[in-house]
């Protein structure tokens, strides 16, 4: 695929130089999921994964009032968003990281995210918020149970601000110099500023091997699921396995002589599937 877009029914998706933009369209909905977004959304992951022109992501919110407020209301009131045996349909595919896409992800939070959006917050790499973005989560609201987003925030905020989003069902809302303080994104950016500077990042990712970026992602990830003496040695392994890729002696070659190296592209492996 070269740089350009590809149509989806609930989702923007586009190309160009390295970066895929991939944007929630359902501002009608506050980009709530539906289960064609939840479709669509684990096709383009498994897209941008397998795409040799795509070194980086970005994932952001139609709009400037929400970034995601999580799995559509009127889904679940309807029955639409279970199967018979009510097991979910495709909830399990919204996330680069559900999906094993390894390539770095920014999220630039353009405005609320809230319940099933903070999946967003918890698999991307790189967090980008605007100044006005709010994070709160209603799931016990509606009788829903608040916890897969809230296992992943419990490894990344302090357990007492995770058990406050959880219990308090949206009644109050954590604002954007909050979620700096306690770690939960890396910027916060007036609103105009949100997307250039998420595309500045992208592009300086975009510079590097794409498969060293790839691995690197892969190695610090899985090592949160083992101990440290584990993640050290499937991170030897990995740095092992890779001695022998082009991409190491192109880029020390490139260094030597003053130039922009020429990667090998990336389009995962038979294990990420």
């Known amino acids: 695929m070269t740089d350009g877009t590809a149509a989806y029914e609930t989702l923007l998706y586009e190309v160009e130089a390295g970066v895929a933009t991939l944007t929630l369209n359902r501002p009608d909905r506050h980009n709530a999921f539906n289960t064609t977004m939840a479709t669509e959304l684990g096709h383009a992951w498994t897209r941008i994964r397998k795409d040799p022109d795509v070194v980086c992501a970005i994932v952001t919110g139609a709009g400037e009032r929400a970034f995601c407020t999580g799995m559509d209301v009127a889904d679940?009131?309807?029955?639409?968003?279970?199967?018979?045996?009510?097991e979910p349909v495709a909830w399990d595919r919204l996330t680069p990281i559900q999906?094993?896409?390894?390539?770095?992800?920014?999220?630039?939070?353009?405005?609320m995210a809230a319940g099933g959006g903070l999946h967003f917050v918890v698999d991307c790499d790189l967090v980008l918020c605007a100044e006005g973005a709010t994070f709160f989560d209603t799931h016990v609201k509606v009788g829903l149970i608040a916890g897969?987003?809230?296992?992943?925030?419990?490894?990344k905020i302090p357990l007492e601000a995770v058990l406050r989003l959880a219990l308090l069902g949206g009644a109050?809302?954590?604002?954007a110099a909050e979620a700096h303080r306690l770690g939960m994104v890396g910027e916060v950016l007036p609103q105009e500023a949100l997307m250039p500077?998420?595309?500045?990042?992208?592009?300086?990712?975009?510079?590097?091997?794409?498969?060293?970026?790839?691995?690197?992602?892969?190695?610090?990830?899985e090592s949160l699921d083992v101990g440290l003496d584990t993640g050290l040695e499937k991170a030897w392994q990995a740095i092992r396995g890779h001695n022998g890729h082009p991409d190491l002696q192109e880029g020390t070659q490139a260094f030597v002589e003053k130039r922009r190296p020429r990667w090998a592209p990336y389009t995962g492996s038979d294990s990420e599937d």
């Open 197 to 221: 500077r998420a595309k500045e990042l992208a592009g300086l990712i975009a510079q590097h091997s794409p498969t060293a970026l790839a691995l690197s992602k892969r190695a610090i990830w």
């Open 99 to 111: 999906n094993r896409c390894w390539k770095p992800v920014i999220a630039a939070i353009n405005g």
């Open 76 to 86: 679940v009131a309807s029955g639409q968003a279970f199967d018979q045996d009510q």
């Open 148 to 155: 897969l987003e809230s296992v992943g925030l419990a490894r």
């Open 172 to 175: 109050e809302r954590m604002d």
